[in-house]
């Protein structure tokens, strides 16, 4: 795996993780591309304090990652990738619209050769525009894909399988994912087995606006790729409540960074909401 470092700067352990994360972070990404991680390149790592600027590239795809440190982990919270006139660019939580700071922009203007040509204009959009609206809820099955940047940065997939709506359909009111507190989220490194403090690494909730219940057959499946490296030692399982029944914990498989998880039926009621969480476990 190609880690030539071609104009780092900035603490030797912080530049060496950044480096380390941006590889697992990035991987899901660059095997969609159709490119082997493998052949993945992270060049001028620039680390100031609790930020990070990075350049990428693999086979024909090249882009620029920034990071935030937040609970002990480096989150993926901007992602910029250049068009022929203009950079498609998303900034996600921890920096939402706040950004990159002033004392880490001027050092990647020294020392990343994209931040020295300029990261701007922005193109109209976000790189995961084709997401698209939350649209409706179709009896026989469908996709719901948000907009990272309305899920709190992490990539959020629901396959829902078929159920009971009505032919017409049903409009998805609500989508929501949202990262762990502080005194929620499990803490890195994880705790010796046994600990019996928080757990979760993520948190999302459904809505449909449907005057009646909606029975969704098994078989539904909900992929997230996290927006920081997730501990592959430990196990992942997602629990909900929906419709007034609490589910059973569902174990997932991680591959590139992304947890997938098939749910079992469940029932979307009236004016409620399918309240989710994912947690670590040893």
């Given at each position: 795996?190609a880690q030539a470092a071609a104009d780092d700067f900035g603490p030797g352990g912080d530049v060496r ?51 935030a440190r937040y609970l002990d982990r480096w989150w993926d919270a901007l992602d910029a990738q250049p ?200």
């Open positions: 795996m993780q950044v480096r380390s994360n941006a590889i697992r972070l990035l991987a899901q990404r660059v095997r969609a591309s159709g490119t082997d991680p493998q052949q993945l390149q992270i060049s001028d790592v620039v680390v100031v304090r609790d930020q990070a600027i990075l350049s990428w590239r693999a086979g024909s795809e090249h882009g620029v990652m920034g990071l068009r022929a006139t203009c950079w498609y660019t998303l900034t996600a939580f921890p920096l939402d619209d706040a950004g990159l700071s002033n004392a880490t922009l001027a050092a990647a203007a020294v020392h990343n050769a994209d931040a020295r040509t300029g990261l701007r204009p922005r193109c109209p959009g976000a790189p995961d525009a084709q997401s698209g609206a939350l649209g409706s809820l179709s009896a026989r099955g469908g996709t719901i894909h948000p907009t990272r940047g309305s899920t709190a940065g992490y990539d959020f997939t629901v396959r829902y399988a078929q159920n009971n709506a009505p032919a017409a359909g049903v409009p998805v009111k609500r989508l929501y994912g949202r990262a762990p507190t502080t005194a929620e989220a499990l803490p890195n490194p994880p705790p010796p087995q046994g600990w019996g403090g928080p757990t979760n690494v993520f948190f999302f909730n459904i809505a449909a606006d449907s005057p009646a219940p909606i029975t969704v057959t098994a078989g539904t499946v909900v992929t997230i790729w996290f927006p920081f490296v997730l501990n592959d030692s430990l196990g992942y399982r997602l629990s909900y409540v929906s419709g007034g029944q609490f589910s059973p914990s569902i174990h997932g498989t991680i591959f590139d960074n992304v947890l997938t998880f098939t749910l079992p039926a469940f029932t979307l009621a009236p004016g409620g909401e399918f309240q989710a969480e994912v947690e670590g476990f040893w």
